[in-house]
């Protein structure tokens, strides 16, 4: 199996940044699609990004579009999400996923997922 270990999460002001980070061990992470979701208290997990297995295809959520990248480096089996000009409505647990398929922004579409990073953003 694979196993995922998110990384980076923290607390920030409006407007900062954050950088975090996902490091896979077990199977090389080349093989899979890695998304990125979140989950804020009382709501359902959603689709941040995701990113081809050769990192040649991106998809973003409408609500991070401009402020978000998701990137990979396979060499280092790493995937990352720069967040800038974070929000408050930003705050969440923020999951990284890998998925055996193409690119889908679906739970469904996933195989494995790490325990997630808090980030929460103040006003």
């Known amino acids: 199996q694979v196993q995922l270990v998110e990384s980076g999460g923290g607390l920030v002001q409006a407007g900062g940044s954050l950088r975090l980070s996902c490091a896979a061990s077990g199977r090389a992470l080349s093989s899979y699609a890695m998304g990125w979701f979140r989950q804020a208290p009382g709501k359902e997990r959603e689709f941040v990004a995701v990113i081809s297995r050769s990192g040649g295809t991106t998809r973003y959520s409408d609500s991070v579009k401009g402020r978000f990248t998701i990137s990979r480096d396979n060499a280092k089996n790493t995937a990352n999400l720069q967040m800038n000009n974070l929000k408050p409505e930003d705050t969440a647990v923020y999951y990284c996923?890998?998925?055996?398929?193409?690119?889908?922004?679906?739970?469904?579409?996933?195989?494995?997922w790490g325990q997630g990073t808090q980030v929460t953003v103040s006003s």
């Open positions: 996923a890998a998925a055996g398929g193409y690119y889908p922004n679906q739970i469904s579409g996933y195989d494995y």
